[in-house]
């Protein structure tokens, strides 16, 4: 009986994953095509007919993280039933994130300060940022909070300063906090007015 050798991921998965490794890990300007190739195994015409240039493996990286993420967050979403539970469960998934070996802060921030301006980075980060706080909207007007755009605002802003104080401080806690800041200003958001006596 032969052994048989083990099957070898497609080229695109390989570069995919050296880029994803590579870019989070040293930064994407730090990081240059020849080192993605050789850290993928594959041979140099293999990136150009996956990914017409690094602007492209860029994207596919960016993208790539992005789902990784919505998939992350709608898996802890749907551990809950109530709709305040489900609201505030994004915060959760964010812990879990930070308190992960090797976090070095929110890809899509790394991005945007490493390549300014309009491209693939810009055009995904949008797209990620739009995703949060659709999301955001839609939990929170699921929880009865007045005015649930508004609030995803500062929902928003929460989940950025705790990511941002994980990346610089090394404060995971920081999570924990804008998770208990969040829940304050989604309680003050559904109390119903107090009726007034005539």
């Given at each position: 009986?032969?052994?048989?050798?083990?099957?070898?991921?497609?080229?695109?998965?390989?570069?995919?994953?050296?880029?994803?490794?590579?870019?989070?890990?040293?930064?994407?300007?730090?990081?240059?095509?020849?080192?993605?190739?050789?850290?993928?195994?594959?041979?140099?015409?293999?990136?150009?007919?996956?990914?017409?240039?690094?602007?492209?493996?860029?994207?596919?990286?960016?993208e790539s993280r992005h789902e990784a993420r919505k998939a992350r967050m709608l898996e802890r979403i749907e551990r809950h039933r109530?709709?305040?539970?489900?609201?505030?469960?994004?915060?959760?998934?964010?812990?879990?994130?930070?308190?992960?070996?090797?976090?070095?802060?929110?890809?899509?921030?790394?991005?945007?300060?490493?390549?300014?301006?309009?491209?693939?980075?810009?055009?995904?980060?949008?797209?990620?940022?739009?995703?949060?706080?659709?999301?955001?909207?839609?939990?929170?007007?699921?929880?009865?909070?007045?005015?649930?755009?508004?609030?995803?605002?500062?929902?928003?802003?929460?989940?950025?300063?705790?990511v941002m104080a994980a990346q610089m401080d090394g404060n995971v806690d920081a999570v924990r906090i804008a998770r208990a800041m969040?829940?304050?200003?989604?309680?003050?958001?559904?109390?119903?007015?107090?009726?007034?006596r005539t």
């Amino acid at each position: 009986m032969t052994a048989t050798a083990p099957v070898r991921a497609p080229a695109r998965e390989r570069l995919l994953a050296a880029a994803n490794e590579l870019f989070y890990a040293e930064g994407i300007n730090n990081v240059g095509i020849d080192r993605v190739i050789e850290h993928a195994g594959v041979a140099k015409a293999s990136l150009y007919a996956n990914f017409r240039s690094k602007d492209e493996l860029v994207r596919a990286y960016l993208e790539s993280r992005h789902e990784a993420r919505k998939a992350r967050m709608l898996e802890r979403i749907e551990r809950h039933r109530s709709p305040r539970e489900r609201a505030l469960a994004v915060f959760d998934s964010v812990a879990e994130t930070v308190a992960q070996l090797g976090y070095r802060g929110c890809p899509f921030a790394r991005a945007a300060s490493e390549l300014p301006g309009d491209g693939p980075a810009s055009e995904v980060n949008a797209q990620a940022r739009g995703w949060l706080r659709e999301l955001f909207t839609a939990l929170l007007r699921d929880a009865g909070a007045r005015n649930a755009p508004g609030l995803a605002q500062q929902f928003v802003l929460l989940f950025d300063g705790a990511v941002m104080a994980a990346q610089m401080d090394g404060n995971v806690d920081a999570v924990r906090i804008a998770r208990a800041m969040a829940a304050n200003l989604l309680d003050a958001a559904v109390q119903r007015p107090a009726r007034v006596r005539t």
